[in-house]
């Protein structure tokens, strides 16, 4: 009987252990399965946080190439505006200049009627017209380039 009991224990303190065992193993198992997941997790949020900062990084680009692309537009209105105020400023002088050459003329051609003219004085007319006249021709050659720029 001794032997019975004593064969029993064995056996009985053997299956004991052998379930203590597996248990263990079992939570290594699952521990190494935790340990796997939780990295495997880890790389797909890695790949989330790069995919998002490229993201960021291409609408950065977009921006500055946006804002790029505003400083252009906005420096060709200034300069078509800036040529169209010389364009408009030559003008008014043209119309201003041709004004004094027919009237200085047309004040010539009376005073010459009546005879009020001396030779002197009729040199320096025409100097004064030809000098109004050739700064008109300057006038228009600027005119025609500012016009071309446009």
Known sequence: MKIRLLTFCVIFIGMTTLTFAQEEGEVQNDSISQVEQAEREAK?????????????????????????EQKRADKAAKRIEKLNDKISAIRKTLDRDE???SKISNKMEVDKIKGKLSPNDITKIEKKLSKLKSSIAKNQEKLLKIERKL
Do not use: T
């Open 99 to 101: 004004k004094k050459v």
């Open 44 to 68: 797909e949020i890695r790949k989330q946080i790069e995919a998002a900062e490229r993201e960021a990084k291409e609408a950065e680009k977009a921006a500055k190439a946006a804002k790029k």
